[in-house]
């Protein structure tokens, strides 16, 4: 079994819906999660990072962290054709230990 | 400018020749990340660099080296490329601060004939 498993999609809505993205993984021991997106051609950029359970929320966005179910989801409200692009799930045990990703789902917002 | 740069952005090589890729970050980062991105693998650690003279394996180390003499910079090195490194690969860098993440650069096209 994987350490981070992610849907590769792709994923394809309307512009206005509501996008769920989703990673689940093994390792208890997670503590730092974290989702960054990516345009086609370009580096990933850090989005959204939560430390431990819980939510976080940012603008059209909310990062959720459920620690026993080993599940993090990445709400999108009001999606833009703006979000298209792939988006990584990322998490590490320690503070300064590496990452470990997803593979990535491909969102498509369709105007 | 501030923030983290490779180059060059895109590279034509053939089996058996060497080639270096080069990072440079100008936020004085400790940690240093190399990663390549193929599809259907997503992004895999290569090597990284805890700061200037140590650095360490990631997930797929194999055939490549890096070294780090300067906080900086840190180039990764493909002794003799083979066709199984055409990938995309990104450098990354991140503070010591534990609530900091990666940040990172744009990467590099490279295409093993």
């Known amino acids: 079994q994987k350490e981070v498993e992610q849907d590769p999609g792709p994923l394809s809505v309307p512009e206005g819906a509501i996008v769920s993205l989703n990673c689940t993984y093994s390792?208890?021991?997670?503590?730092?999660f974290m989702w960054y997106r990516q345009y086609s051609r370009k580096g990933p950029e850090l989005l959204m990072y939560?430390?431990?359970?819980g939510n976080k929320e940012d603008g059209r966005f909310t990062a959720q962290v459920d620690k026993s179910s080993k599940y993090i989801s990445l709400f999108i409200r009001d999606s833009q054709p703006s979000d298209s692009a792939t988006y990584l799930c990322?998490?590490?045990?320690?503070?300064?230990?590496?990452?470990?990703f997803g593979k990535g789902t491909k969102l498509s917002v369709k105007p | 400018d501030a923030g983290i740069t490779q180059s060059p952005r895109y590279k034509i090589t053939e089996t058996g020749r060497q080639v270096t890729l080069m990072c440079h970050q100008t936020w004085s980062h400790s940690y240093m990340f190399w990663y390549r991105q193929d599809l259907g693998h997503g992004l895999r650690l290569i090597y990284y660099s805890a700061a200037a003279d140590i650095t360490d394996k990631g997930e797929v180390p194999d055939g490549y080296v890096v070294s780090r003499s300067k906080t900086e910079n840190f180039p990764l090195t493909l002794e003799s490329a083979t066709r199984s490194q055409t990938s995309v690969y990104f450098c990354?860098?991140?503070?010591?601060?534990?609530?900091?993440?990666?940040?990172f650069g744009p990467g590099t096209r490279l295409l093993v004939l």
């Open positions: 390792n208890s021991a997670f503590q730092y």
């Open positions: 939560t430390y431990s359970s």
């Open positions: 990354a860098s991140t503070g010591q601060d534990p609530e900091e993440t990666q940040y």
């Open positions: 990322a998490m590490k045990r320690g503070s300064q230990g590496n990452l470990i």
